[in-house]
């Protein structure tokens, strides 16, 4: 088992600036509860590639695993308009 507390931080595995932020945000969550990823991956039903993968912003996900990590999580996803005036 690894140390859920370990800070060692991978590559993104995108350019995509949301993706990356989403993914961070979602590794730092499972680690303030204290989670591996393989302990998450199983609960979610995805594999701890997959689980990796959306934590790196890796692009080919499907919505709905990152949506399945995201209320594991205890995460709603809320689309918030970047220009309200728009």
């Known amino acids: 088992m690894t140390n859920p507390t370990r800070k060692k931080q991978g590559k993104p595995a995108s350019d995509n600036h949301t993706l990356v932020e989403l993914g961070q945000r ?3 969550r499972r680690r ?4 591996v990823q393989q302990d998450l991956a199983k609960t979610v039903g995805v594999s701890r590639s997959t689980l990796h993968t959306i934590e790196h912003g890796g692009e080919g996900v499907r919505w709905e695993k990152v949506i399945a990590v995201a209320q594991a999580l205890d995460f709603d996803i809320e689309l918030v308009p970047q220009n309200p005036q728009a």
């Open 26 to 28: 979602l590794a730092q």
């Open 32 to 35: 303030d509860f204290g989670i």
